[in-house]
């Protein structure tokens, strides 16, 4: 079942009506119109875990994602309904594990298991750091750089990396082969009528990593990747999410990509990726 949807309603990656998850046209990936991008998916997985946390008893500790690592097993279908669960694998005090898991509905495409995540969750506390915790700071200004476009397109098509992220390069540009630097920004919220949490800015922006700063010609070698594992220090601030991305490829057919994660205030992580090298048939 396809759904028509208005354009203010898809003003944004997904809509949630308490039942079921449906990606708009916004959460389109490059490769396949009827497929997400990873960004979309990973920043919902997120908040499945954060909105796990914000049902917690009272008197438990307040969470904060400290590692994810998101599972790509299937594409991600556009203007399909899914469903979307949130558990916690290893409960704790002080450090606990969440598994979240986007399935489409029974019924719809046979009702499989599209994307997961696993994600290490750390108690926030006050802790008096000596010496004084110093921070990298960031390689620009936020939002510093230049607008720079991919050529990579489904026709007319609506997608996530033209319509609803903006991306600043410093160094580099989208089509260029070769490390980047680059802002990013989320334009439509992850769900209509949510302002999107740091967490779900980060998980959106990092999967652009393997994209900007692939080393490869793409129209001789694709390089996908199935997976995306992401680890923070603090809560990420702003609107601005900055990656410092290069590839790394090995003669068997496997590589990985990986990003230094800034925002305004400095340094505050790291994400890889794995990638699958094939020759484009």
């Given at each position: 079942?396809?759904?028509?949807?208005?354009?203010?309603?898809?003003?944004?990656?997904?809509?949630?009506?308490?039942?079921?998850?449906?990606?708009?046209?916004?959460?389109?990936?490059?490769?396949?119109?009827?497929?997400?991008?990873?960004?979309?998916?990973?920043?919902?997985?997120?908040?499945?875990?954060?909105?796990?946390?914000?049902?917690?008893?009272?008197?438990?500790?307040?969470?904060?994602?400290?590692?994810?690592?998101?599972?790509?097993?299937?594409?991600?279908?556009?203007?399909?309904?899914?469903?979307?669960?949130?558990?916690?694998?290893?409960?704790?005090?002080?450090?606990?594990?969440?598994?979240?898991?986007?399935?489409?509905?029974?019924?719809?495409?046979?009702?499989?298991?599209?994307?997961?995540?696993?994600?290490?969750?750390i108690r926030q506390a006050e802790i008096e750091l000596e010496p004084?915790?110093?921070?990298?700071?960031?390689?620009?200004?936020?939002?510093?750089?230049?607008?720079?476009?991919?050529?990579?397109?489904?026709?007319?098509?609506?997608?996530?990396?033209?319509?609803?992220?903006?991306?600043?390069?410093?160094?580099?540009?989208?089509?260029?082969?070769?490390?980047?630097?680059?802002?990013?920004?989320?334009?439509?919220?992850?769900?209509?009528?949510?302002?999107?949490?740091?967490?779900?800015?980060?998980?959106?922006?990092?999967?652009?990593?393997?994209?900007?700063?692939?080393?490869?010609?793409?129209?001789?070698?694709?390089?996908?990747?199935?997976?995306?594992?992401?680890?923070?220090?603090?809560?990420?601030?702003?609107?601005?999410?900055?990656?410092?991305?290069?590839?790394?490829?090995?003669?068997?057919?496997?590589?990985?990509?990986?990003?230094?994660?800034?925002?305004?205030?400095?340094?505050?992580?790291?994400?890889?990726?794995?990638l699958l090298l094939a020759p484009r048939s």
């Amino acid at each position: 079942m396809l759904l028509a949807m208005t354009a203010e309603a898809t003003a944004a990656l997904f809509l949630d009506d308490g039942d079921t998850v449906t990606a708009t046209e916004h959460s389109r990936g490059p490769w396949d119109p009827r497929a997400c991008h990873g960004g979309p998916v990973s920043a919902m997985l997120i908040r499945a875990v954060e909105r796990l946390g914000a049902a917690g008893a009272a008197d438990g500790p307040t969470w904060q994602i400290a590692r994810t690592t998101i599972e790509l097993v299937r594409p991600v279908p556009v203007l399909v309904p899914m469903r979307i669960t949130a558990e916690v694998e290893r409960p704790g005090r002080n450090v606990s594990l969440v598994a979240s898991v986007l399935r489409t509905v029974d019924g719809v495409a046979g009702g499989a298991e599209v994307a997961r995540a696993r994600t290490l969750r750390i108690r926030q506390a006050e802790i008096e750091l000596e010496p004084p915790h110093v921070r990298e700071p960031s390689f620009s200004a936020a939002g510093a750089g230049s607008p720079s476009r991919s050529s990579w397109a489904v026709g007319d098509d609506v997608t996530f990396h033209h319509d609803a992220v903006e991306l600043r390069f410093v160094d580099g540009a989208f089509d260029e082969r070769g490390p980047a630097r680059l802002w990013c920004r989320l334009e439509v919220p992850v769900v209509a009528g949510e302002e999107p949490t740091g967490a779900q800015r980060a998980m959106a922006a990092c999967d652009f990593g393997n994209g900007v700063a692939g080393e490869l010609d793409a129209e001789v070698v694709t390089f996908l990747n199935p997976d995306l594992t992401v680890h923070l220090s603090r809560v990420p601030v702003g609107e601005w999410i900055g990656l410092d991305a290069r590839s790394h490829y090995g003669p068997l057919g496997m590589g990985f990509a990986e990003s230094a994660v800034y925002d305004e205030a400095g340094r505050l992580g790291r994400a890889v990726q794995s990638l699958l090298l094939a020759p484009r048939s």
